[in-house]
């Protein structure tokens, strides 16, 4: 169902590996709300993921990018506004990568020339891309820019190891950024913090299948699946949220306001 909420908006995707990455089902709402887009993703993913597969679904063109590196971030924002035709209305940041995760470097046995480029990939990227578009004066008035964080940036959970520091990073970002976008560009900055999602990046984390079931019984809605943050991403992509801003909004069906659920004890809980 479409209600033609973006029709007329312009757009930058990062971050659509595979059919079940959240940017992916993202991507493909915004086009089907009437966006015009392109598509994103590090030079590396073009090899191994399936984005041309998204590009010609959607009929977007893909522009690879490493978010680490300035000088892709201004030549994909450039590109972007020439393929679209103008200055854009919104930016998802939808990247996460570990090197401590996927190396099995337990939290107290970190590498740190990891964990700088954990942060480097996964949320010092969010800063660079604003302050390329900010510099290129890239977003039209009242646009919207968003990342995907996760709750452990407030609550510990062990296994998300460095990936805890990266999201409270990323979600302290859009706040202070929030403020100079807003202040001299009316842009809004937001982050969506997201419920466990099967995806390359989240069951990268170790004992993700128990963790995922966990969080489903403890939420009284269940955990939010990808298509629905995408319907959450449109409407903060619309002019229907445009003094929404600096905020990191919980899309995790009541599970951050959770204490306890007797469904949450029961690992069967059919039993
Ligand atoms: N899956 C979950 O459980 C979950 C929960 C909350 C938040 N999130 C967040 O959602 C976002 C999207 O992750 P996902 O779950 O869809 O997984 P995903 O693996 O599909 O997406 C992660 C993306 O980051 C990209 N990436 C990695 N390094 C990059 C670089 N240097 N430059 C550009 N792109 C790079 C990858 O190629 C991939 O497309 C991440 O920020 C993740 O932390 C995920």
Not at 93 to 112: A, C, E, F, P, Q
Not at 137 to 164: H, K
Not at 214 to 220: F, G, K, L, V
Request: hydrophobic share 40%; glycine share 8%.
């Amino acid at each position: 169902m479409s209600n033609n909420i973006l029709a007329g908006k312009r757009g930058i995707i990062f971050g659509a590996l595979d059919d079940q990455s959240i940017a992916w089902k993202v991507a493909e709402k915004c086009v089907e709300e009437g966006a015009k887009i392109t598509l994103t993703n590090a030079p590396v993913a073009m090899r191994f993921g399936k984005i041309q597969e998204l590009g010609k679904k959607i009929n977007s063109e893909i522009i690879p990018a490493d978010a680490t590196s300035l000088e892709d971030l201004e030549n994909l924002i450039t590109q972007s506004m020439d393929v679209l035709g103008g200055k854009l209305d919104f930016i998802l940041h939808s990247i996460g990568m570990s090197l401590n995760v996927r190396k099995k470097r337990g939290y107290t046995d970190i590498k740190y020339e990891w964990m700088q480029k954990t942060f480097d990939i996964s949320a010092i990227s969010f800063h660079k891309v604003m302050q390329t578009a900010f510099k290129l004066d890239a977003v039209n008035d009242w646009g919207s820019i968003l990342a995907l964080t996760y709750i452990a940036a407030q609550r510990t959970f062990p296994d998300y190891n460095e990936m805890a520091e990266s999201k409270a990073l990323l979600e302290s970002y859009a706040r202070s950024f929030g403020f100079h976008y807003g202040d001299s560009k009316k842009v809004r900055v937001n982050t969506i913090s997201q419920s466990p999602t099967w995806t390359t990046a989240g069951s990268g984390v170790k004992g993700f299948d128990e963790f995922f079931g966990y969080a489903d019984r403890m939420s009284p809605l269940g955990n939010a699946p990808a298509e629905a943050c995408a319907d959450y991403c449109v409407a903060m992509f619309s002019d229907y949220t445009k003094y929404v801003t600096m905020q990191n909004l919980y899309h995790d069906g009541g599970f951050s306001n959770m204490g306890m659920n007797q469904a949450a004890l029961k690992s069967d809980p059919s039993a």
